[in-house]
């Protein structure tokens, strides 16, 4: 068996994704995003642990601290965490509270729309 190589790897992650149309996983659901990653590299650098200070700061930022084990990890994680913050997006911690508010798609909302949304979950009235 051939060894896969990790950018065929990521491919096959990000079209599985592509892919489930109408399930409700969220592109940008950082938790199910950490499920799906791969928790070994082919490439020395990607294999090798995170330092201190860059998971001090995903931690702070509301990622799991159990899921940075390794560089790869830090920068798939890292580039979400940019991409949401680029497109707008509520944060990690605001997205998981909107999540236990049975919110239909937290991930999707964005922050400046956060306070109005847990206003209309909490008057019971739909999207």
Known sequence: MQKESTLDSLRRKLSAIAASGGSPLDAYDLDRFLVWLPLRYYDPYLDSPPSVES??????????????????IFNEVFDLLRVRRQWGFASVRQARYLRDRKHPRPRSVLGTDVSGELRRLKEGRRL
Do not use: D, E, I
Request: charged content about 20%; overall charge positive.
């Open 55 to 72: 998971v001090r700061t995903l931690v702070k930022l509301g990622v799991p601290r159990w899921s940075l084990v390794n560089k790869g």
